[in-house]
């Protein structure tokens, strides 16, 4: 079974960076297009940003210009660097693959951003 293990969070003041991973154990990311997702609290899961087996990327408007998802399937992990972070961006972050039904959710990685 598939899962995925989300890092890379942490606390970091408004304007700062952070780069989050995903992996996982099987021979999975190059076979998917993949996603990052992010929920704050007490709201509901929305996508961030999706990267395709080719490499074509999609970013929720807010996070265009800030964040940058990629891939390295030759270590099945996918990454997403994160610029210039704003409050909002406060949220658990999450990967999966581009697939309905999703694969089990991993644990996540939480994202604060505060001063």
């Known amino acids: 079974q598939v899962q995925f293990v989300e890092s890379g969070g942490g606390l970091v003041q408004p304007g700062g960076s952070l780069r989050l991973s995903c992996t996982t154990s099987?021979?999975?990311?190059?076979?998917?297009?993949m996603g990052w997702y992010r929920q704050g609290l007490g709201e509901k899961r929305e996508w961030v940003a999706f990267?395709?087996?080719?490499?074509?990327?999609t970013y929720k408007d807010s996070v265009k210009g800030r964040f940058t998802i990629s891939r390295d399937n030759a270590k099945n992990t996918i990454y997403l660097q994160m610029n210039s972070l704003k409050p909002e961006d406060t949220a658990v972050y999450y990967c999966?693959?581009?697939?309905?039904?999703?694969?089990?959710w991993g644990r996540g990685t939480q994202v604060t951003v505060s001063s």
């Open positions: 990267i395709g087996t080719g490499g074509s990327t």
């Open positions: 099987s021979n999975f990311f190059s076979r998917y297009n």
């Open positions: 999966n693959a581009i697939w309905n039904p999703p694969f089990p």
